[in-house]
Structures are given as C-alpha cells and as structure tokens.
C-alpha cells in the first residue's frame, strides 16, 4: 500500500506508525541524551547535531556534559571556556547562541514549554524548537528538517525540483504534521530522524531493511536514491593566503576581533595583510596547499612558511590583532578545526 496522493493519511498513518515506532523501540541507537534525557540534554544535543554528525558530536557532548552539566553552569561559563569545549565542531555561532540562550533561561519565570516560546530563545529556528519541546514537553510539533524530507519524498516519489532545502520543507510541512503521532510525538520525531539518519540515507538507502519498505513508493520505482532533487547551488572559488611564522619559540596568530560577526575571538594563522608582510616577501617562498569547503564555497589556502627571523629584521611590529602564542600554549587558545589540522601537521613536520 504505497503512500500517494490519492490515499488518506489516516488510513496509511496506522501501518506507518506500527511500522516505524517497533523499528525505533527495538534497533535505536543508545545516544547519551536518550539514554538519560533532560531538558538541557535534548537542547544541547539538538544544538550540537545541526549539521554536524553524531559521531562527530558524541565526544563533545560527552566532555561538554562534564563541564557545563546544566543551564546555570553554562550561563556562568566564560565565552573562552564556551567556545573552547566547542572547538573544531564549526559552525560557531551555535556555541555563542546556546551560551546566550542559557543566560536567558536562568533569567526567566517559568520554563518554556511550546514551540513558539521556545523560537524566541537564540538559535532556536522552527525545526530545534519542535524536537525540542516534542521531545521534553510531548508538544504535537512535527519535526521538518533535511532527514525527513528525505523519506517523505522518497515515500510519495516525489520528483519535483525543489530550489532549496526550504522550498522542500515548506511543501512537506504538512505532510510531516499529518503523519506525527500525537500520543508520543517526542519518540515519532526521533524516529523519523533515526530512520533518515540511518536507513533511509543521502546517498544509499537501506530499502531492503527498512521498516517502511511496504509503503514506499520510491522504493518500489526504484528511485529512492535520487531523491530529494535540489537545484545545485552555484560553487564558489576563493583563494585565501597565510603565513607561518615562529619566533622565540611562538607562533603568530591573527586573533579575529571580539565585535566580528563571525568566529569572534578566535585565532586563525594571519594572512599577509593581518600580519604586516608585504607580498614580495612571499614570491620566493612555495606555499603549502591546503583545500576546504564551507557550505557553497571551495577554499583553496597557501600557507607561506616564514623564515624565524621575520619580524626582528623589519621595523613594524605583526598587526595589531596579531599575536605571539607560545608554542606551549597553543593547546589552550581558540582555532577552528582547520587551523588546528594545520598548525599540528606544521609543527610536527618541522619539528
Ligand atoms: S524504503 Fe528505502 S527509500 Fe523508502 S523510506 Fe525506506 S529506506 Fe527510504
């Protein structure tokens, strides 16, 4: 009984949910925030998992739970402290908004409970706030985010050219709130997400295994694994330069000003520019070539080793948010992953 458009959603909603819910109950992944759930524990775990996979989060839930074990510990935490237990998970702006959402919530009189209230709280968009409140509050708030796009139009076969993720996520909508299962919409969400994230997957859909395959259209036309379809955004090439210099066993850092919009405070080998070197002093020198991509661009860095004796030959100092780190202290400052990647593969190989 393949879900299409023809069909009532009530009719399909019961196979659907037997179907999905015994799959969860019996073959869920014992994840530290399910296995002893809080409130603090769901926020910080939804914040974490926001394009970043679980593997790669478990750790740092792990270690940050040890230090900031709940919302009033992290609302006292330092911003260094903060953004340093986050350090090489990326997208930082979500550390900052869950250090700013734990400084509002020990301030107000009650504790949210809907969706909307909890949309007014920094860094929680539509998607956080349903799991969130779905999963600690038994609020009927369906949970639309890529992974479930995935199944629903894999589901119907859905073959439409979406713009963007959101375009999809605006038509399924409803779709997904039709489908959520009200007397435990916190478990129908997650195992809506752990169907997406470990059956249904992007590239390679686990269809002969899957707990829905009776009722999927995709599978039985075979084109599961095309969808969703999303127009390509358009790449983007940039080249950035950097230089490495040591000098009386420290290391310049560019440390990116505390009122910068993006990854304030932390530090980033410099670029010429930042550290007051003038591009004829690289033109003899044959960079380092590291690639990377962030979202839709493609970020090719040359990193120019300089020679140790830089800046004690030349008058002016590196610039002013420059500074010297030693070399023995590089553990305790702020890099982005990359940056780190970097600076440790330089240091061993020049060591
Ligand atoms: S049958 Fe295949 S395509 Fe359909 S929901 Fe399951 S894994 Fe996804």
Redesign the pocket.
Known sequence: MPINKSRGLIALQKAFHQSLHDWYRSNHRPLPWRTEPSLYRTVVSELMCQQTQIATVLPYFERWMKELPNFSALAKAPEEKVLKLWEGLGYYSRARNLHRLAKEFVQLPQTPTSALEWQKLPGIGPYTAAAITSISFNAAEACVDGNVIR?LT??TADKTVFKNSTAAIKKYTPLAEGLLYNPDPGMHNQAMMELGAT??TKGN???TI?P??TL?E??RSGD?SSLPRLERPKTEKISVDRVWVIQNKKILFHRIPPNAKRMAKQHELPTPEQAGIHSDQLKKIKPLIRKRSITRYQITESIYMLPNETFSDQKSDPGKDCVWVPLNKIEEITLSGPHRRWVTELLQTNS
Do not use: S
């Open positions: 199944i894999r589901l059956i249904c859909p686990l269809c899957c829905v395959y999927c995709g599978a599961a």
